[in-house]
């Protein structure tokens, strides 16, 4: 699969990280860099606060779109009706691959079909998993938070992902 991976400067050493999980999920990537994109099957659209500023409608044109979020910065219309990827606690091989399945769906975005009402957002938190809801309450993964804390009395480390909704969390060493 080729993919064409679009992003902003100030997202480059997230986006250096991206493509070489990308690669080995056995994708081709061509980053923004290269003039020659011709040919790709998916945009891979990093988005962020930075992306935001620069952003232009155009690329939601292209026959298969994949949003990747950095941050919380809301997708515009029509990238948040997309299947999407959140990259809760930064980039993982297990992320490139949701991608990579993203990438692969039959039906491309610009599909005149039927909108879902709420868009697939996988929300990747490394060992912890991935989550498109939470398994308790059933809300979205864009309300699970990754969290960093310390057990002071076990004397470890821990990375939660907490839901803001019915409070469930997981948890695990770090």
């Given at each position: 699969?080729?993919?064409?991976?679009?992003?902003?400067?100030?997202?480059?050493?997230?986006?250096?990280?991206?493509?070489?999980?990308?690669?080995?999920?056995?994708?081709?990537?061509?980053?923004?860099?290269?003039?020659?994109?011709?040919?790709?099957?998916?945009?891979?659209?990093?988005?962020?606060?930075?992306?935001?500023?620069?952003?232009?409608?155009?690329?939601?044109?292209?026959?298969?779109?994949?949003?990747?979020?950095?941050?919380?910065?809301?997708?515009?219309?029509?990238?948040?009706?997309?299947?999407?990827?959140?990259?809760?606690?930064?980039?993982?091989?297990?992320?490139?691959?949701?991608?990579?399945?993203?990438?692969l769906i039959d039906t491309p975005s610009g599909d005149q079909g039927t909108e879902p009402e709420h868009p697939l957002v996988i929300s990747?938190?490394?060992?912890?998993?991935?989550?498109?809801?939470?398994?308790?309450?059933?809300?979205?993964?864009?309300?699970?938070?990754?969290?960093?804390?310390?057990?002071?009395?076990?004397?470890?480390?821990?990375?939660?992902?907490?839901?803001?909704?019915?409070?469930?969390?997981?948890?695990?060493?770090?």
């Amino acid at each position: 699969m080729r993919t064409h991976l679009s992003y902003q400067p100030k997202d480059e050493r997230q986006a250096a990280s991206l493509a070489s999980a990308l690669g080995r999920a056995g994708a081709d990537v061509v980053p923004d860099a290269h003039a020659d994109a011709a040919g790709t099957n998916a945009v891979v659209l990093l988005w962020s606060y930075a992306a935001k500023a620069a952003w232009v409608a155009a690329q939601a044109d292209s026959e298969r779109v994949i949003p990747v979020r950095l941050d919380d910065c809301p997708l515009p219309p029509p990238l948040n009706r997309l299947p999407q990827v959140r990259l809760a606690v930064g980039v993982t091989d297990a992320a490139a691959a949701a991608i990579v399945r993203l990438a692969l769906i039959d039906t491309p975005s610009g599909d005149q079909g039927t909108e879902p009402e709420h868009p697939l957002v996988i929300s990747d938190f490394g060992s912890l998993g991935q989550y498109e809801t939470c398994p308790q309450c059933g809300v979205g993964s864009d309300r699970l938070r990754p969290y960093v804390t310390v057990d002071h009395h076990d004397d470890r480390a821990l990375r939660l992902v907490i839901c803001g909704a019915c409070g469930w969390q997981d948890y695990g060493d770090l």
